[in-house]
């Protein structure tokens, strides 16, 4: 948590060193986090989903849909377990994007053909929730009861009774 820490570590020779660097300055605010951040969001790919929402955090004027499209590539079903791995990694981490930029991405997840994408779109809906408690989130997670895979079902019913203990 030491900020000249941080800031060195801004300058690492490690693509992941700095960018641990950068989330945790973006976490405590500090704008100088902001080029890495850029970096990391100009790669694509699920880092770059969360370099998108500290961007945003930071007060940060990006391309949200933009951000989305790159890093979660064409919309054609997975070829191969790698591709599907990589396609759960980038909904998991929609729950930390803005829920103006991740909902309609989180929508479309949460019909998708395969059960594993649709559990891995309750995650995130419940993420989202947690953090701005929108009611179109909600709406979304409530769908999801009636899905027609049982396992799906019953986690929707899961996060959306942690929810409720959580107060929210």
Do not use: C, W
Request: no cysteine.
């Amino acid at each position: 948590g030491d900020g000249g820490i941080l800031l060195q570590a801004l300058s690492d020779e490690s693509s992941i060193v700095r960018f641990a660097a950068a989330r945790r300055l973006a976490d405590q605010g500090d704008k100088r986090a902001e080029p890495v951040l850029r970096e990391v969001l100009d790669k694509g790919g699920r880092d770059a989903l969360v370099a998108f929402g500290l961007l945003r955090k930071l007060g940060v004027s990006v391309d949200g849909q933009k951000a989305l499209a790159e890093s979660l590539g064409p919309a054609e079903p997975p070829k191969n377990a790698e591709e599907n791995e990589q396609r759960l990694a980038q909904i998991e981490a929609l729950g930390h994007v803005p829920t103006d930029v991740a909902l309609p991405v989180l929508r479309q997840a949460s019909r998708d053909a395969q059960p594993d994408i649709r559990r891995a779109a309750i995650d995130a809906l419940a993420d989202q929730y947690r953090t701005g408690r929108s009611s179109e989130v909600l709406a979304t997670l409530r769908r999801m009861l009636n899905d027609s895979d049982p396992g799906v079902r019953a986690r929707a019913a899961a996060a959306i009774a942690s929810l409720s203990r959580d107060g929210a």
